[in-house]
């Protein structure tokens, strides 16, 4: 059994209640991983080693329940194209997919820990990461094992979009995700997840193929309402999956439905800050009840993002969070959407993930954009 004291902890962000529960010149004591003590540093027991914060706060690590950070190939130009008046379109997804399929496993590992280890500097302590880029069964399970090496939080994505080759053959593509793709990715995937919008997944699609991996053991979640109002979150409502993500637009009964079946509404704020899309009023969320989720939707495509304060800071600016707000949706909200009761907060009992930021309180983060330097601690 070892133990870790943090003392001199300027402000505690150990967020017991959705106000952060914030405790100043507090002191955290870690044993096996897990948060067994939080007080005064005047009353902190001794402890194996010592870490002093030097005043500055801490916050838990950021959990990002989405995204897709296993992938090959480069779409800068798709950026440039957007940023000059283009719109998005799903079609950009079988660029990716081609350049993934060409990689080895040793490409895709190591663009995968480039990519982690700049997420970890930003705060992100957890990760979910889905797979999508290989749509067909050997690229699908390759990526699903690379993502297992370093996250239990893995999502099958075959129903991203139809791949080329199956552009004619719709049907035949879901029968091979809802079976054999299926089978090969299953042990290596908590959750599966369909990309039910324009350009993709019908609803009545998309429920046949969440069904399919339901029966399988997989716990469900959507990409919904991103490019249009199609009915992917009252699909999430119906079948009580654990969160709808992007819910760009929405409408107030669809909202309401989300409240009542307690699914989770996951905002990207990058996805529509590099696509240039108007972003969803997170206060409609809140008002309506609907516990919300900040996630980086890290991908190639629509948010080449690694940074969880800037997501945050976008989130305030453009979609109405506080900073509280967008913080605890960060942290516990998206430990919520990952139905990980261990994570986000740090109260006595929780997973030890946390993050020492070199500034008094956690409103430096929004403030200063993330750009802060800080000590992650993870267990
Ligand atoms: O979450 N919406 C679907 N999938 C990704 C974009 C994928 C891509 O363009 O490569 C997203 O935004
Ligand atoms: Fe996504």
Redesign the pocket.
Known sequence: MTSTLISNIGELVTNSDKKLGLINNAALVIENGKVVWIGPTSKAPGADSRIDAEGGCVTPGFVDS?T?LVFSGD?SKDYEARMSGAS?A?G??NT?VAATRAASDDELRSNLKQRLNLMRESGITTVEIKS??GLDIETEARILKIAREFTTETTFLGA?VVPKEFAERRGEYIDLVKGKMLDACAPNSKWIDV?C?QG?FTVDEAREIINAGIAKGLKGRI?GN?LGDTGGAELAAELGLASV??CTHISDSTIERLAAQKVVATL?PG?EFFTRSPYPNARRFLDAGVEIALAT?C?????YLTSMPIAISIAIREMNLNPMEALYAATRGGATALQREDLGHLSIGATANLVIWDAPSYLHIPYRMGVISNRVITN
């Open positions: 989405h897709h779409r998005y799903t950009g997804i990716t999508g880029y991203h990309f919008d993709a990409h991103q993500d992007h990207l996805a939707d991908n190639p495509g629509s948010s």
